[in-house]
């Protein structure tokens, strides 16, 4: 009927923050696993944060991929030992989760996403500790070192990095690969142990997950993404300053 108001809609009705929570909700759903993945990562990392340092290095021990563990439970600290972070702080893999686990898993979906962390972990684990091991036997290491610490979600964060070249359209995804191999490479230029080589393993498998990959629908343009993001605030900021004349 003419001249009758309509009602406010729902959404509008509901205040900012139930609408922040909502699409925050809606975001962290559609990569649970890397969502659940970082939960679990918190509370390990306010577990060590909270005891005495002789604990701590007793838990994280426990949880070692040395080459002691490997040979007694292989199963147990391979599957424990991507629960800790080794180095950096929980807010900094926040930022690495959201940059390159999430992005992977809404493209490969949770089960792929999963298997090339699984994989890249566990074959970066087993290269690197073998070269340790190799030095070992070749006197260029001592033999205390099958009890070196070695833990952390690094390999599988590094395997989920390099996958994520598949995602990148031409030409960038080139620039993208040389910048991971230049990254990471530089890392065993520059440290010469086990623990850069094994960072450079889990590249080289992740981009060998390129079958895991393959029939999978998205390719993201990083160029046409700009445009689209500088587009919007160009719209918002019009749209905000025709609101204002008003």
Request: proline share 5%; charged share 15%; glycine share 8%.
């Amino acid at each position: 009927m003419a001249g009758s108001t309509s009602e406010p809609t729902g959404a509008r009705r509901r205040p900012w923050w139930a609408r922040a929570g909502r699409a925050a909700w809606d975001y962290v759903r559609r990569a649970p696993g890397s969502y659940a993945w970082l939960a679990i990562l918190l509370i390990t990392t306010q577990v060590i944060r909270h005891v005495d340092p002789v604990t701590a290095d007793r838990i994280l021990e426990r949880r070692s991929t040395n080459l002691h563990h490997l040979q007694v439970s292989p199963v147990r600290v391979l599957l424990t030992s991507a629960l800790w972070i080794a180095g950096g702080g929980w807010l900094v893999y926040f930022v690495l989760y959201n940059l390159f686990h999430v992005p992977a898993e809404r493209w490969l979906g949770t089960l792929r996403w999963i298997s090339v962390a699984v994989i890249a972990h566990v074959g970066a684990t087993y290269l690197s500790e073998g070269l340790l091991g190799w030095a070992i036997h070749r006197g260029l290491a001592p033999p205390k070192a099958v009890y070196t610490l070695d833990y952390g979600v690094s390999y599988a964060l590094a395997g989920v990095v390099a996958v994520l070249t598949y995602l990148i359209t031409r030409p960038w995804r080139y620039l993208y690969l040389a910048g991971v191999l230049a990254v990471y490479g530089l890392g065993v230029v520059q440290s010469r142990d086990y623990t850069s080589v094994g960072h450079f393993s889990a590249v080289l498998i992740g981009l060998a997950c390129y079958p895991i990959t393959r029939g999978r629908p998205g390719a993201f343009d990083p160029v046409a993404a700009a445009r689209a993001a500088w587009q919007r605030v160009r719209v918002r900021a019009r749209s905000r300053a025709g609101s204002r004349t008003w």
